[in-house]
């Protein structure tokens, strides 16, 4: 799964465990409409390990902590039960730990899905993965969003009291295996607030070549490969219609040269959703829609221009990756000036923008993706794969191992 994706539930009982290289605190919360807990009893964790609907199974550090949610025992009024993890070494961060979510049948083992949150650093608590009703239908959402200050961060956050222990005058010696807290630590005096992920805290105005994600709040964004910019602006989610312009000039001295723009849209499971290119000028009911071929690159501006309304875009679709290919079969070592660049349709105001750069003599280009967050909001991340393929569904395959 990615962020943001969910899948229906196919049975009653799942079970969601986080394994790591490191051992982990796992514990879930019983959630009502308004996204709080309805007192601390829908805390389940190591100390409290049984709840209405929901238990909590220590691995004992030989396997992973797990949280067992029977939707049929949920009471009414708990929308959702979201499962978080934390390192069990104390101050530990999640900078080079990869954990992963699977959600199994809990009366077979089967898997049902995984998720593997990307990009993390210097958190020290995630919520993971959410099981919520949504139309009568259970289902499982992979969610990955990072607190800065802990388990106790994400339980104060929804709700729980979290209480102060009391200092001890005299340091009792530590035994072999230290006993863990009655309750989670409180957040430390200058702890920072949750940050959604991937965003680290205090992120740099300017990222460094290759890493890093900013937003919109300071104006357009020129992106270099593997760069993300949150389409945030003023705090808010970026729901509207946004133009994706694509350009090429041929080489110095060279032929014209025909490119074509497309773009691919995916499902929770990286599955094909549906392609619009010259071929398809629209897709999704309208959400999508394509300006048409360009059959020389010549002239200033995008060759080709492809229209996505951000809030009528189906909630199955998860990602969008924009690409570009050459049917008659000439490579990118022919092109100049190739780039991508995200605009408000709207104001027309350029957002984001993307120069390709290292040319490589393939005949397909995977420019940038768009990937909804579970917030609502989208990332758009530079991408410039170079790939064996003339022709968008030649590009499909590639795109959706890129997402």
């Not at 308004?34 to 396997?63: A, C, E, H, L, W």
């Not at 388990?151 to 072999?176: C, R, S, Y």
């Not at 000039?249 to 995916?266: H, K, N, T, W």
């Not at 349709?345 to 397909?364: H, I, K, M, S, W």
């Amino acid at each position: 799964m990615t962020p943001g994706s969910n899948i229906p539930l196919s049975v009653a009982r799942v079970t969601v465990d986080v394994a790591a290289p490191v051992r982990l605190d796992v514990s879930g919360l019983l959630l009502t409409a308004d996204g709080k807990v309805r007192s601390d009893d829908d805390f389940i964790f190591y100390n409290q390990p049984s709840g209405p609907g929901v238990t909590y199974r220590s691995g004992g550090g030989g396997t992973p902590d797990a949280i067992t949610v029977d939707t049929t025992a949920v009471p009414p009024g708990i929308e959702k039960i979201v499962v978080t993890a934390s390192p069990d070494a104390a101050g530990q961060t999640f900078q080079g730990i990869e954990p992963t979510a699977t959600v199994r049948d809990a009366d077979t083992g089967s898997v049902l899905a995984t998720f593997t949150p990307p990009r993390l650093g210097t958190e020290t608590a995630l919520v993971v993965v959410e099981i919520y009703l949504r139309g009568g239908q259970w289902k499982a959402r992979a969610v990955g969003q990072g607190y800065a200050d802990g388990l106790a961060g994400i339980a104060t956050d929804f709700g729980v009291t979290v209480e102060e222990p009391a200092p001890a005058p005299v340091a009792p010696p530590q035994p072999a295996v230290p006993p863990r807290p009655l309750t989670p630590p409180p957040p430390a005096p200058a702890a920072q607030s949750p940050a959604a992920p991937p965003v680290p805290p205090a992120p740099p105005a300017a990222p460094a070549p290759g890493t890093g994600k900013v937003n919109l709040d300071k104006g357009r964004v020129s992106l270099q490969k593997n760069q993300t910019v949150s389409l945030v602006k003023g705090g808010r989610p970026l729901l509207a219609r946004v133009k994706m312009g694509l350009g090429w000039e041929p080489a110095y001295r060279g032929a014209d040269i025909d490119l074509d723009a497309s773009v691919i849209a995916y499902g929770p499971q990286r599955n094909h959703i549906d392609s619009c290119y010259f071929g398809k000028l629209t897709i999704l009911n309208g959400a999508v829609k394509h300006s048409g071929d360009n059959l020389t690159g010549e002239g200033a501006g995008d060759d080709e221009v492809i229209v996505v309304d951000l809030g009528r875009l189906p909630q199955e679709v998860t990602g969008l990756v924009f690409t570009v290919n050459s049917f008659s079969g000439q490579k990118f070592t022919d092109v100049a000036k190739a780039y991508c660049r995200l605009v408000d349709a709207t104001t027309e105001e350029e957002l984001v923008r993307f120069d390709l750069t290292n040319a490589e003599a393939q005949t397909g280009v995977l420019m940038a993706k768009l990937i909804r967050q579970f917030t609502g909001e989208w990332e758009m991340t530079a991408m410039g794969d170079f790939v064996k393929a003339r022709t968008v569904r030649n590009m499909v395959k590639p795109a959706a191992q890129a997402l």
